[in-house]
C-alpha cells in the first residue's frame, strides 16, 4: 500500500494578517494624491496621526510638505514624487519609488479622495477609542497605584471630553446604537483582602450603628460575597426601623432574611459580627472603591468590544461608549459623597440689632403759642 504523506497545515511560520481596510483607504488617498496633488486642499482635516500605517504616515506628511507642483509639468515628469520621496524615505526607509507608482496605480478614483480621508478618519478614532479603553482597564486593574480612584475618576473625564470632541466631527445617524454583543462582566472573585475588609465593615457597623445611617452611599451590590451582602442589608435594616443593633438582633433578622443555613450557621455569624475592628465608614469607603474598579473595568471591556467590532460606525463607537461610561455616574455619585468631606456648619447669621428709638419732634405749636 503507497503511504500518503501527512500534510501538515502548520508549517511553524508565524502567517501575515491580511490588511484590515483602512489600508486600502490609505493606498487610495496616497495614490489620489500622488497623481494630483491639489486635491490635498479638500482633506484639510486629515493629519498624519490618522494613519494606521507608519510608512503611509510619513509619505503623506512629505504629501503635505513639499508644494505641490504645477499640474501640467508634474504630468511630464516625475520631479515632485522624487522629493516626496526623498523627504519621507528617512522616516520609513521600506519607501521606494516602485511603492509610489502602486500607489498611483492602484487608486480607483482621485476625486474621491475626500471619500477615503473620511475612512481613515474613521479608523482612527477607533483605534484612539480603543487605546482609551484599553487604557482605563489597565489603570483599574493596577493594584500599584496609590490612589486608583481618583486616577480612574480622571481617565473617565477624559475619555468624556475625547467623546465630546469626536461627536462634532461625525454626523449622527439613525441606528445609533452598537449591536455587538458585549461580553459578559467577570465573575468578581474575592481574595483575602476583600473579605477580611467586608467582615471588619460588618462587625464594626454592628458595633457602631449610628455611623450605619451616614452610609447611605455603600449598597448590596458593592460586596463581592451575596451572603455579606445579605447581612449588611439586616444591619442597615434595623438602624432605618430605629431597633436595637447588637449581634442577636443582627442574627434575628439575617434569619428572618433566609440567610442562616447550612453554610452559615448562627455560631458562625455571631463569630462574625462579634468582633469590630477601626471604623465602619473607612471599610465601606474600602469596599466602594473596589466596587468602582470593577466595573470601571467591565465598561473598559465593553467599549473595547464595541471598537472591534468593525461593523459600527463612529457615531456608534461614540454613543455605545457614553451609554458604558454612563453605567459608571451612580457609583462615581456615591463613591465622591462617601469620601468628600463634610462642609461645616455654615455660622447663624449675627442677630440684627433692635431698632433705636426715633428723638422726640418738636412740640406741637399750640404749646409754643401758649408759651408765650
Known sequence: ??????????????????????????QGLLGALLLEPNRLADIEQLSADHFESHTHAALFTGIGTIPPPDPADHAKDTTWLNQVL???????????????????????RPQHAAAYAQLIRADSARRLLRSHAEHLGLTAADPGLPNPAATVLVL????SRLLDDLAGEFAPHPGSLPRTAVPAP???????????????????????????????????????LPMHAGIWQSIAALVRRGDMVDPVTVLGESQHRGLITEALT???????????????????????????????QTVAARITAYTDDLANTPHQLITGSRRALADLNTLRTRYLRATTPALPAAAPPPARAAPQPRAA????????????
Open 1 to 26: 500500500m503507497p503511504h500518503t504523506p501527512k500534510t501538515v497545515d502548520d508549517d511553524g511560520i508565524d502567517r501575515v494578517p491580511a490588511p484590515r481596510p483602512v489600508h486600502y483607504a490609505e
Open 86 to 108: 526623498d523627504f519621507a524615505r528617512p522616516h520609513a526607509p521600506g519607501l521606494s519609488a516602485s511603492y509610489l507608482h502602486a500607489l498611483i496605480q492602484f487608486c480607483p
Open 156 to 159: 473617565t473625564d477624559d475619555f
Open 186 to 224: 467577570a465573575v468578581r472573585e474575592a481574595d483575602d483582602v476583600e473579605v477580611d475588609e467586608e467582615r471588619l465593615l460588618l462587625a464594626s457597623a454592628t458595633a457602631n450603628p449610628e455611623e450605619v445611617q451616614r452610609m447611605r452611599w455603600l449598597t448590596a451590590d458593592d460586596f463581592v
Open 266 to 296: 448562627p455560631r458562625d455569624l455571631m463569630a462574625l459580627v462579634s468582633t469590630p475592628a477601626g471604623s465602619p465608614e473607612y471599610w465601606g469607603e474600602q469596599i466602594l472603591q473596589r466596587a468602582l474598579l470593577t466595573r470601571t
Open 361 to 372: 419732634g418738636p412740640p406741637p405749636r399750640t404749646a409754643l403759642r401758649a408759651h408765650r
